[in-house]
């Protein structure tokens, strides 16, 4: 089954910039979509169609891509982005894949 | 402001059934399509069910195909998880959500409703 890899973990100093990728070989032909989950809550968009960012979404969130692998940047990294992150998309057989999800820690 | 709240979660036993229910208002909920996602205890999300808003065409992940039925009553304003054979592997906290338009990213979710499949 097709599948998108996060790294599992990334850490960063507040201020700082976090980036987040997600792989996946069908990539190129699907729109990518970003989630932001924080500990006992549901997930929140946070970017849509590779580099929308929804209302209310500050605009240190920003999405990219090169070939088959996508990028959530937060860029001035503050405590309150501290929470797990996946990627999502869909494939060509009519289904949505979340990535494996990659958890943030500010320092 | 746009709200989707599920309810029908609970304890159930392997091979038993649960009907999974989501309220939706504060937008035209027929021209939405919608989706199931859950999450086991300490696990990612994983993508169950989707349905589109109009002619009701339904997707579902391997898993969970012929054992789990979605549906919506766009009169009600409501989607459902028809959860059948349940085995220890559907535990999870079940969201719902409102797609932006099929398989193009969820952009309102609920709060989930918690199921427990236990022996």
């Known amino acids: 089954s097709y599948e998108l890899t996060q790294p599992p973990s990334v850490s960063v100093s507040p201020g700082q910039t976090a980036r987040i990728t997600c792989s996946g070989d069908?990539?190129?032909?699907?729109?990518a979509y970003w989630y932001r989950q924080k500990p006992g809550q549901a997930p929140v968009l946070v970017i849509y169609k590779d580099i929308q960012r929804p209302s209310g979404i500050p605009e240190r969130f920003s999405g990219s891509r090169s070939g088959t692998t996508v990028t959530l940047t937060i860029s001035g990294v503050q405590a309150e982005d501290e929470a797990e992150y996946y990627c999502?998309?869909?494939?060509?057989?009519?289904?949505?894949?979340f990535g494996t999800g990659t958890k943030v820690t500010v320092l | 402001e746009v709200h989707l709240v599920e309810s029908g979660g609970g304890l159930v036993q392997p091979g038993g059934s649960l009907r999974l229910s989501c309220a939706a208002s504060?937008?035209?909920?027929?021209?939405?399509?919608m989706s199931w996602v859950r999450q086991a205890p300490g696990k990612g999300l994983e993508w169950v069910s989707s349905?589109?808003?109009?002619?009701?065409?339904?997707y579902y992940t391997d898993s969970v195909r012929g054992r789990f039925t979605i549906s919506r009553d766009n009169f009600k304003n409501t989607l459902y998880l028809q959860m059948n054979s349940l085995r220890a592997e559907d535990t999870a906290v079940y969201y719902c959500?409102?797609?932006?338009?099929?398989?193009?990213?969820?952009?309102?979710w609920g709060q989930g409703t918690t199921v427990t499949v236990f022996s």
């Open positions: 999502q998309s869909a494939d060509s057989r009519g289904a949505y894949v």
């Open positions: 959500a409102k797609d932006q338009a099929l398989f193009n990213g969820m952009d309102v």
């Open positions: 069908e990539l190129p032909n699907q729109f």
């Open positions: 349905i589109s808003g109009s002619t009701g065409s339904t």
């Open positions: 504060g937008f035209t909920f027929s021209s939405y399509a």
